[in-house]
């Protein structure tokens, strides 16, 4: 079946410095990837997205890249802050459902920014 | 904020008793999904649903049921509960209007404990 792999499962930056998430995916007809972050004790929450006809995608301080080809995607956060730390997942629609919005999820990225 | 409330927010069971999770949205979209969190797995999609009484089978099924009488509400079953649900369970919705984007809204998360 469809699966993403994320890694790492945990990432230590001192603030400033940056953080790269990474996941791979296996269904070739995906065609949307978010990416959510998760605060303790909350749901997750969307913060950027790429679909598979853009292969770079930058808001502020977080970018998204898509390299489909390899059926990689990449969160970069500059100049982390401790507010960034979290658990961050990424996700992959499934293709070839219809719009049904299902996802696949990754494992998870606990990311503790150290001040 | 999509209008999305979970309840209860925790509950704490015995294994072989019934267990019903509730989500309620408040804008009325169709569709809503079901997932459960666990450490190294991520998200996983339990059921779905795209209108009243229509509902689908997701990745992790097995031992869960929903129904759907109305559009606001969506209710996850446990028939007898096992120490294998433990978990935190989390509503999802997407909006009608974006359902071709993907994105999806969490509510604040079920802790479910089956001793």
């Known amino acids: 079946g469809e699966n993403v792999e994320q890694h790492p499962s945990t990432l230590s930056v001192q603030e400033g410095d940056s953080a790269v998430i990474k996941c791979t995916y296996s269904d070739s007809a995906s065609n949307y990837f978010p990416w959510y972050k998760q605060e303790l004790g909350k749901g997750p929450q969307l913060i950027i997205d790429i679909r598979s006809n853009v292969g770079e995608k930058k808001d502020q301080r977080i970018a998204v890249t898509l390299n489909k080809t390899a059926k990689h995607f990449s969160l970069h956060i500059t100049e982390t802050q401790p507010e960034d730390s979290a658990v961050y997942f990424c996700?992959?629609?499934?293709?070839?459902?219809?719009?049904?919005?299902?996802?696949?999820f990754g494992q998870g990225t606990t990311l503790q920014v150290k001040p | 904020d999509a209008g999305i409330t979970q309840s209860p927010r925790h509950k704490v069971t015995e294994t072989g008793t019934p267990v019903t999770l509730r989500c309620h949205q408040t804008e009325n979209h169709r569709y809503m999904y079901w997932y459960r969190q666990d450490p190294g797995h991520g998200l996983r999609l339990i059921h779905y649903s795209y209108g009243v009484k229509d509902t689908d089978k997701g990745e992790v099924s097995d031992g869960y049921s929903v129904s759907r009488s109305k559009t606001e509400d969506f209710l996850l079953t446990l028939e007898s509960a096992t120490s294998s649900q433990t978990s935190v369970y989390f509503c999802a919705i997407a909006r009608d209007k974006t359902i071709n984007t993907g994105e999806l809204f969490f509510g604040e998360g079920s802790r479910l404990t089956v001793l």
């Open positions: 996700a992959a629609k499934i293709g070839g459902s219809g719009n049904t919005g299902k996802l696949i």
